[in-house]
């Protein structure tokens, strides 16, 4: 039996020094790569073939049992996606709505984040979004779409901010914006907008594994992290 069996790598007709260099070359940059920078960094002529690849890493990016998010957690939904024809809001056409979860620390700051796509902003749509998002227990803060119904968030407790109890201009989500506004930016930026709406989902995973970690100071433990992840994923 080969060390590879049962893993990502099985079957593989790439050497696992490829696949190393490719984790490395992930987790060593800051902002994320394209499946075009990793082709040529790694000498692969198919640019299919670094696309894959990193389709497979971002697969790892998930962690099956991972803690969902507690406290205080701010939600919001966000549209995804470039000025296009229909109608503008919740009910907006062609673009991709998601849902996000942030951990609110209070003067720590930012704790942990969630991202998740989502067909609609119904409130069964919410409820399913959040109950794999957030620990049962824990405080929901939305603004007041009425879709967060108290069904939606039964087993939550339930903080509505009001936009009369905001200053003007003020943001009743502000901090699921701060991130909605980094995550378009790195769309944008290292991804050139090139996103196809079927593999936005792993995009939003690679996202959120690099930004719950951006606090670590060490490139090889991320490295480690990875391969672990590469080890254990069904993808």
Known sequence: MSVTSGTVFEGSHLPLRIWFQALWCVVSQKHGVSALGLSRALGINRQKTGWQLLGKIRGAMVRSGRERLQGTVEVDEVFLGGVKPGKRGRGALGKVLVLVAVEDKGKAGIGRIRIVVIPD????SLRQAVVTMVENGSTVRTDEWRGYTSKALEG???TVIKRKLVEPGEDPTPLVHRIAS???RWLLGTHQGGVQETCLPSYLEEFVFRFN????RSRGKLFYRLVQGMIYSKY
């Open 213 to 216: 970690r951006r606090t670590s």
């Open 156 to 158: 939550y407790g339930h």
């Open 121 to 124: 902003a119904t409130g069964e």
């Open 182 to 184: 980094l995550l378009k």
